[in-house]
């Protein structure tokens, strides 16, 4: 028996079977892992935080003002009909009137220009308190019916205005496009008639690919139900610019679509009649209508809050950038940092029989070559301009 | 039968023990008489099998220390996992989105989670699988046992059962618990290493009985039958009940039989013994705990910020719902185009409260985006790819024994940035267990020449420090005569530290020319060589080496390598008292019975004389003694008693004319003492041969006595011999310290970290040690506390038979008081630079962790410099550990390297295992791993510095980029009649969190630097940010929630506004909501990325590529999804090439929003770099203005202005120095100018 084979577990055993391993446990070097990768630091001095924010005042404020001008240039008729187009006799019953099909719904209006208006002036009909945005109301659409014939089928997601009642597919089906918006509007100047054009007032990916030309209406509006237009079922979807337009759903309730282009400038001062026929039923919900005659700048329609916006926080970025020059003016950086910084060592006995500022002199030891110089044999020091040795 | 054990067979150790030598008759104590409850186990030798049976079915051998089994991984892992509340909530979602409430998609919420939940538990399993594969290791080694028929053979740990007789060989660990039944010495001792169990150097005695003596081969054990009934498993490592029944007699087994598993025999070739306590039985295991699954402090912070939010999510959820509920009730009628009248029961107008409660839980899936959901999987990659750097580190690589630092568990990382406490072990840890001789006075002459490291480091601090102040000095315009004359006086002053660096620098040489000598590093050439003769004082040197070469109770083994002989010691100091006295010339090579024979070289030139000296008597080393003494004869017939012992006792028993050098050798004590070094005095008697004769009758008498006043006898007739000693020097021997130890606690003094030591060493070594790290100080003010002069109390006690309780109240009672005089005298203490150490003792400890002391002691310690605490017990390590966590509340880091050390690295916030060394249990039971002390410099001060704000930082920028989105949702809300429509697409919020905005955050936590690796480590005080808790107070997690509030509202409104009703391009088109939710999303996309750039501060291309790319992957995906078919992309089909991206409004918008969302955090951080900087900041801007290499004064004065106050570490030892010396100028310094004001008359 021989003890000494199994027992070789001593000191000497360890560091002998930890020689091989050495150097597969040794981490390989690399910049990444020994996280040395060169970087950038960039540091937030009073330099670059003036040049900031000088920079972004001078770049908001110019975008501010072309801003309001663009939107100082647009100029948007807007007229509020839902009230005036309810004879005086219904104004108590507002909706039975909406609701009536014998009642008659044309309603002229007429508008004054108040400036010059270039060509192409935008039509919207706005509609208040109208939830386009409301959960239901949003997923109650059928994409897949709505690009194919094939799919027409394809209703499942289109409840309550799915399918009629013997079970044939609506096309197209869902509560959008069952409450598609059914005024219309009628436009003439000095008894001239303006065309109203309804070209490229939807997106043009949608008429190409979301709407297919070979889906027809089918069964729409045909329910007990019956919520807004009907659709001509000659057409085929992808030309339905009006439901296209609709079926993009708004994503506040306040909204305004697109009605259509009229292509011809407009005069100041000019009169503009409209007849309108209301039929659309926003009274239930006490839900405005208006008509809004409005021309575009690059920055869309009338809109000066983005101007305001650009130059409140580029004015505001101007002022910071004052503030802090006038601290800079009034207290230097290097004053002020060191007495803030770091709990001061209340090791001062010395320095504090001292002046209190002192001339920097120059002298050769710091911690580092005493630290580094381990082994050397040298260590001069530089003590008001005699050199000790000590070796 | 090895060598070794052949050559010793002649020698019976145990004669060289006196006090040992006579057994103690057993019988007389009679067994012990083991009843009731605890005492119900039954040990059946040599017959393993029946323990495997009921009724006592024993476990294995097999240790298992993983969190997990197959079996149970998978549920108690998801359990773990499902602990956390956000994954429960998810979970939760996760379910609900399977039914028609929710807003989204069910595979857009299960899909996250899953991989969530996954990541973490297959980052669980890894960790656990390394755990079982360390256990394997440890189970499968090898122990020879009895297969009956007297044949022995090996078989793995993990098999051995109770009840088996198993042989273990020199140098290799016990299996289990074992009976030691007989050893290769005749007399049944054998000598244990007991390290990994109390942390204890010294070798103990351990001894069979006298009846399983002749069991000395293994032929003996064919038909060996035993029976052993003891108590039950217990954790008490220091007692043991139990008697064996052998032969139809009946013997007491007590504690010196047992060998307990993880000690280790040593000095003795092979022990005999009986299993009795297998595997989880065994006493070591029994002290081990169950590995803990820990937290870090922020993680469970970072739970209340969940609640927070879950609360607020509620809250929304609720104000949504309740909102909805009216709306459906009141206004939802009229709304035709829903077709209220058609309705299911989600939007019934007529059940507006089964509505409201329906799309409270929509409501609370859709603000899920509240909860980071992406925030525990993200901190669990960060966690690993900075646990990666720090395994990767080649600074914390030890080239000697090949091991980097391992974190061993990533959940800690930023935990290590936020230590307050530090709590070590000592040997293994801060020493490495070697004994050097280093220095010695003989007859009042101080010889060697060496510097103790942290002499070196001191005074190399000390001239730096000085040349600074003196530069500072020296810029006084010398107008005044009188200030250079006391500049040359002070210099005068500082000569000390001069002699000192030249000390250090000479030796420094000498080190590199000689090959080094274990357990001797003396350098002086006076007694090297043989000069000593020429001293003044040779006979004086002739004896001490002497006494070195003869006072002992070692055993030379020749070395064939060298020639020269190693010595088997009980400690490492005597081995190297031995070794130094070869060095000297007084080489001991053989030990008989009777004498010890010793080579003499006088000279190098001449031939080596052998003397042999007879030992009559050797009264040998006890901690109650602390001294040993030997009665030698020498060959010219003259008695010598030598003697060796502790200052204090020696000095006590000096007679009158043998205190010629007491003055002297004590200065020299005094100085060694200081550095750290182990000191002894050594002291001889000469004894006329009828005065021996006469004590050595009474000794004898003494010695045969028996009873239980034997050991007071003894001692007392020892008392009588020990008197009038001359002394003859002391020696200095160094308990080495592993490489950079002092420095590293210097440095972690200067961050801020307290430092306490447990060790289960003796009080003076574990103080000697205080000195050596500079823990400890000359003029520091020391708080002992032990029960020492309570022993008397308690004797008194003994004597008038009171009962032993109230001897107990009597102590605690005592240790009360010294509690309240230490706090009395801390609080009565004017001088600020007055420091307090507080020494106790493991038995005091055991009273003063009681529940009504405890918190005395606590407030004691924690007002205290450097605490330590010896003589304690793994146990007591873990519940000072748990003190001082609970009683604090402030994170505690345990370091050790042993498995007595197990329990505190368990019970510490951070337990860090130093590997390398022999025994992983430390290592295996550690979060970290680190070869040497000095690499948790770096390991805290960098990593963890980094971590901690990583980590920080990270989490606060997840809450705000979750709530600046999570908001805009909930605003969007009330503008869709509460219906739980989202403004966004279901894809953008499934990608937010998941792409867009994951990678910078995780590039943050991995690769921020606030400043690189060599500014941590030069201001060790940007530690303190940590501790502090800077970066993640609750004013800062605000603030940041704050911001998110503020962005999201920005966001959120500005978009409202600009796209309110009015057209949005040239081209008339109104924006629907597709356009809305893209804008938004673009500008929350940028402003939460801008947000990224301007909190870090440290870009590698990493950081680039991440938060550039994500704003740029963020269009690309739109893109791509417009290109896809409308069927998946819906009403964003073509939404950024046809509709948004030629709208400038949409790009202005973008600019605007992005900048409105940071400008007030731009502005907050400059005004706060401008007015309130922070630490990081200044030495940031330092060195960006590049002030270190321009302005060395300016570093200099940063540098040492971010010293903290520490009173520990030699940096606090100079600076008391230079106070001193200051102290002494400045007094010169004033009666100089009160001469000058007064004009001479």
Redesign the interface.
């Known amino acids: 028996?021989n003890?000494?084979g199994?027992?070789s577990?001593?000191?000497d055993g360890?560091?002998d079977s930890?020689?091989p391993?050495?150097?597969s446990?040794?981490?390989?070097?690399s910049r990444f892992?020994?996280?040395e990768?060169?970087?950038?630091?960039?540091?937030?001095?009073?330099g670059w935080?003036i040049t900031?924010f000088i920079f972004?005042g001078i770049v908001?404020i110019p975008?501010g003002l072309a801003?309001l001008f663009a939107s100082e240039r647009v100029v948007e008729i807007v007229d509020r009909y839902d009230k005036h187009c309810v004879p005086t006799n219904y104004s108590k019953s507002m909706l039975a009137y909406i609701q009536s099909g014998e009642t008659n719904k044309t309603c002229t209006r007429s508008l004054i220009v108040p400036k010059h208006m270039k060509s192409?002036v935008?039509v919207?009909y706005?509609l208040d308190n109208?939830?386009q945005?409301?959960?239901?109301?949003?997923k109650s659409r059928s994409?897949?019916q709505l690009?194919s014939k094939a799919s027409e089928k394809d209703t499942s997601s289109c409840s309550?205005?799915g399918t009629i009642s013997n079970g044939s597919a609506i096309v197209p089906c869902g509560?959008i496009a069952?409450?598609l918006f059914n005024d219309t509007y009628g436009f003439s100047v000095k008894n001239k008639v303006l065309d109203v054009s309804k070209k490229?007032?939807a997106?043009?990916?949608?008429q190409d690919?979301?709407f297919g030309s070979d889906v027809y209406p089918k069964n729409f509006q045909s329910g007990s139900?019956i919520?807004?237009a009907k659709l001509n079922a000659s057409i085929p979807l992808s030309e339905q610019v009006d439901l296209i337009v609709w079926m993009?759903?708004?994503?506040?309730?306040?909204?305004?679509?697109?009605y259509g282009?009229i292509e011809v400038d407009l005069e100041a001062n000019e009169k503009i009649t409209v007849v309108i026929q209301n039929n659309y039923?926003t009274y239930?919900?006490?839900g405005k209508k208006k008509l809004v005659l409005?021309t575009?700048?690059?920055?869309?329609?009338?809109?000066d809050?983005?101007g305001i916006?650009?130059l409140t926080?580029g004015g505001?970025?101007l002022f910071?950038a004052i503030c802090?020059i006038l601290?800079y003016v009034i207290k230097p950086?290097w004053e002020?940092?060191?007495e803030?910084?770091?709990?001061?060592?209340?090791?001062d006995?010395?320095?504090a029989?001292?002046p209190q500022k002192?001339?920097?002199?120059?002298?050769s030891?710091?911690?580092e070559n005493?630290?580094e110089k381990?082994?050397g044999?040298v260590?001069s020091?530089?003590?008001?301009g005699r050199s000790i040795e000590?070796? | 039968m090895?060598r070794a054990g052949r050559i010793r067979e002649k020698l019976r150790w145990s004669n060289l023990y006196t006090f040992s030598c006579l057994r103690p008759n057993v019988l007389e104590d009679g067994p012990h008489s083991l009843q009731g409850p605890g005492f119900s186990r039954i040990v059946y030798c040599n017959q393993p099998r029946v323990h495997q049976k009921k009724p006592l079915n024993y476990p294995s051998n097999y240790i298992s220390t993983t969190k997990y089994n197959i079996i149970t991984f998978l549920p108690k892992a998801i359990f773990e996992q499902f602990r956390r509340v956000a994954n429960m909530y998810f979970l939760m979602a996760a379910i609900l989105s399977l039914t028609p409430v929710a807003?989204f998609s069910a595979v857009s919420m299960i899909a996250p989670l899953a991989f969530v939940v996954g990541l973490s538990m297959a980052k669980e399993a890894l960790e656990d699988w390394r755990r079982f594969m360390q256990d394997m290791k440890v189970n499968s080694?090898?122990v020879?046992i009895h297969k009956g028929d007297g044949i022995?053979g090996?078989k793995p740990w993990q098999k051995i059962r109770v009840g088996d007789v198993v042989?273990v060989?020199?140098?290799?660990?016990f299996t289990a618990d074992l009976l030691l039944l007989s050893s290769s010495y005749d007399d049944g001792i054998c000598y244990v290493e007991t390290m990994n169990l109390d942390g204890e150097t010294n070798l103990k005695i351990k001894r069979s009985l006298e009846v399983t003596l002749p069991l000395v081969d293994?032929l003996a054990f064919k038909n060996f039958t035993a029976k052993i009934r003891c108590e039950d498993p217990n954790p008490n490592l220091y007692t043991f009940v139990g008697n064996l029944e052998y032969d139809h007699q009946v013997y007491a087994i007590d504690p010196s039989q047992i060998l307990l598993r993880d000690s280790k025999l040593r000095n003795t070739?092979?022990v005999y013994g009986v299993v009795i306590f297998t595997g989880p039985d065994s006493k070591v295991m029994q002290n081990s705990t169950k590995s803990p699954s820990k937290r870090s402090t922020i993680e469970r912070k970072m739970d209340y910020i969940i609640y927070f939010l879950f609360t607020l999510l509620v809250l929304i959820s609720l104000i949504s719902s309740i909102g909805f509920a009216v709306k459906t009730k009141f206004?939802m009628p009229?709304?035709?185009?829903?077709?209220p009248q058609?309705?299911t029961n989600?939007?019934d107008p007529t059940k507006p409260a089964l509505s409201g409660i329906f799309h409270l839980v929509t409501a609370l899936i859709l603000y899920g985006y509240l909860i980071p959901i992406s925030l525990y999987v993200s901190i669990e990659v960060v966690k690993v790819l900075q646990a990666?750097?720090i395994?990767?580190?080649?600074h914390m690589?030890d080239e000697e024994?090949?091991?980097?630092a391992q974190a061993r568990t990533s959940n800690l990382n930023e935990e290590l940035g936020q230590v307050d406490t530090i709590l070590s072990d000592k040997t293994g840890t801060l020493t490495c267990n070697q004994m050097d001789f280093f220095k010695c006075s003989i007859a009042g002459v101080s010889y060697g020449m060496g510097s103790s490291e942290v002499e070196i480091a001191a005074a190399?601090k000390m001239?730096?420090d000085i040349?600074?102040?003196?530069?500072?000095?020296?810029?006084?315009p010398?107008h005044n005569i009188k200030a250079r004359g006391l500049?040359e006086n002070s210099r005068s002053n500082f000569g000390v530290s001069?002699i000192e660096?030249?000390t250090v620098?000479t030796s420094?040489?000498e080190k590199?020319q000689k090959p080094m000598i274990k357990g001797f590093s003396f350098e002086d050439s006076r007694l090297m060589g043989g000069n000593w003769s020429k001293e003044p004082n040779a006979d004086a040197i002739l004896l001490f080496f002497r006494i070195l070469a003869l006072c002992h109770t070692a055993i030379p083994e020749p070395n064939e390598e060298t020639g020269s002989f190693n010595y088997e010691a009980e400690s490492p100091d005597e081995g190297a008292f031995l070794v130094a006295a070869r060095e000297f010339g007084f080489e001991f090579y053989r030990r008989t019975q009777t004498s010890v024979f010793i080579r003499e070289r006088y000279s190098s030139s001449g031939h080596p004389i052998e003397r042999e000296f007879k030992v009559l008597n050797l009264l040998d080393f006890s901690s109650k003694r602390k001294r040993m003494s030997v009665i030698v004869q020498d060959e010219d017939g003259q008695i010598l008693l030598l003697c060796k012992g502790a200052d204090s006792i020696i000095f006590d028993r000096l007679s009158k004319d043998g205190r010629i050098y007491e003055e002297s050798t004590s200065r020299h004590l005094n100085e060694y003492g200081e550095t750290g070094l182990r000191t002894l005095a050594l002291a001889y008697r000469k004894l006329k041969e009828s005065e021996y004769s006469v004590w050595n009758s009474e000794f004898i008498k003494a010695k045969t006595t028996i009873g239980a006043d034997r050991d007071a006898m003894l001692e007392q007739v020892s008392d009588m011999m020990e008197k009038d000693l001359i002394l003859v020097g002391a020696t200095a021997v160094e308990d080495k310290l592993q490489k950079g130890v002092p420095q590293c606690i210097d440095k972690l003094a200067q961050a801020g970290l307290k430092i306490w030591v447990l060790t289960g060493d003796k009080m003076e070594t574990a103080i000697n040690i205080g000195f050596a790290c500079s823990l400890l100080r000359q003029c520091m003010k020391q708080i002992c506390i032990t029960t020492m002069n309570t022993d008397l109390l308690a004797q008194d006690a003994k004597k008038a038979l009171l009962v032993f309780l109230i001897t107990d109240q009597a102590v605690k009672e005592n240790i009360l008081m010294q509690l309240i005089n230490g706090l009395q005298m801390i609080k009565l203490e004017k001088d600020?630079h007055a420091a307090f150490a507080l020494v106790i003792d493991g038995k005091t400890l055991s009273y003063a962790l009681e529940e009504d002391l405890k918190h005395q002691f606590l407030s004691l310690a924690v007002n205290c410099a450097s605490v330590i605490c010896c003589r304690v017990s793994p146990k007591q390590k873990a519940l000072v550990t748990r003190l001082v966590k609970e009683g604090t509340g402030k994170t505690t880091l345990a370091i050790g390297d042993g498995a007595n050390d197990v329990g505190m690295i368990q019970e510490a916030d951070i337990g860090i295992g130093i590997s390398?060394v022999?025994g992983m249990q430390a290592v295996m039971a550690s979060d970290f791993s680190i070869a040497q002390f000095r690499f948790l410099e770096r390991l805290l001060v960098v990593h963890g510095h980094w971590c901690y704000k990583r980590i920080a930082q990270m989490i606060c920028y997840f809450f705000y980029k979750n709530i600046a989105f999570g908001l805009t949702l909930f605003y969007?809300e009330a503008?869709?009649?509460f219906?739980?429509?989202s403004?966004y697409d279901d894809w953008y919020m499934l990608l937010f969190n998941v792409i867009l905005t994951s990678l910078p955050v995780i590039s943050l936590g991995v690769?921020e630097?606030d400043v690189s690796?060599e500014v941590c480590l030069q201001f060790p005080?940007l530690y303190q940010q940590g501790p502090r808790n800077v970066f993640f107070d609750w004013y800062r997690i605000f603030g940041w929630m704050a911001n998110g509030l503020y962005s999201s509202l920005i966001v959120f409104f500005?978009n409202?506004?600009?796209?309110?009703?009015?057209?949005?391009?040239?081209?008339?088109?109104?924006?629907?909501?597709?356009?809305?939710?893209a804008t938004m999303f673009t500008c929350i996309i940028w402003a939460v990325n801008c947000q990224i750039a301007l909190t870090m501060?440290?870009?590698?291309?990493?950081?680039h590529l991440f938060v550039w790319g994500s704003i740029c992957t963020w269009y690309l995906f739109l893109l791509l999804y417009g290109l896809s078919s409308?069927?998946i992309s819906?009403?964003s089909?073509?939404i950024l090439v046809?509709?948004l991206a030629p709208?400038?409004?949409y790009w202005?918008?973008t600019?605007?929003v992005a900048?409105?969302c940071n400008?007030p955090y731009?502005?907050h951080?400059?005004f706060q770099?401008?007015?309130?900087?922070m630490?990081h900041?200044?030495i940031?801007?330092i060195k960006?203005y590049k002030k270190d290499t321009e302005?060395?004064?300016?570093?200099?004065?940063?540098?040492?202005?971010?010293?903290?106050?520490t009173k520990i570490g030699f940096t606090a030892r100079v600076?008391a120095k230079i106070?001193q010396l200051?102290g002494k100028?400045?007094k010169k310094?004033s009666s100089l100018s009160v001469q000058t004001i007064i004009p001479p008359s």
């Open positions: 028996m003890p000494k199994a027992s577990s001593g000191t360890a560091t930890s020689a391993r050495r150097n446990k040794k981490p390989k070097y892992t020994q996280q990768l060169p970087a950038c630091k960039p540091i937030l001095t009073p935080v900031t972004i908001f975008i801003s192409p935008y919207y706005q109208f939830y945005n409301h959960r239901r109301y949003v994409d897949k690009r309550p205005e509560l069952w409450s490229n007032i997106w043009k990916s949608d690919h979301k139900l919520g807004g993009r759903t708004a994503a506040l309730p306040t909204f305004r679509k697109l282009k039923n239930s919900f006490g409005s575009t700048s690059w920055i869309g329609g009338k809109n809050f983005l916006a650009y926080v505001l970025c910071l802090f601290v950086r002020i940092l060191p803030i910084c770091l709990q001061p060592t209340d090791d006995s010395v320095t029989l001292l002192w001339p920097l002199l120059y002298y030891t710091t911690a005493l630290g381990k082994d044999l260590l020091r530089e003590i008001s000590i070796d | 090895p807003p080694r090898k020879s022995f090996y042989r060989e020199k140098d290799q660990f293994d070739s092979y206004e009229d709304w035709w185009y829903l077709q058609n309705t989600l939007y990666t750097f395994n990767q580190d080649l690589y024994t090949g091991n980097p190399k001239a730096f040349s600074e102040h003196n530069s500072e000095m020296s810029s006084v010398m500049m001069e660096l030249e620098i420094k040489d590199d600020p390398g022999e969007f503008y869709t009649g219906s739980g429509q403004v690769f630097q690796s005080a500005l409202l506004n600009i796209f309110y009703d009015q057209a949005f391009r040239a081209g008339g088109q109104t924006a629907d909501m597709a356009a809305v939710g501060s440290h870009f590698t291309w990493i950081q409308p069927i819906g009403n089909f073509q046809e509709a709208a400038p409004i202005s918008v600019l605007l900048v409105a400008l731009l502005a951080l400059s770099r401008s007015f309130n900087p630490d900041h200044v940031q801007e960006y302005d060395q004064h300016m570093w200099t004065r940063e540098r040492s202005k971010a010293r903290q106050k600076d106070r200051k100028l400045q310094y």
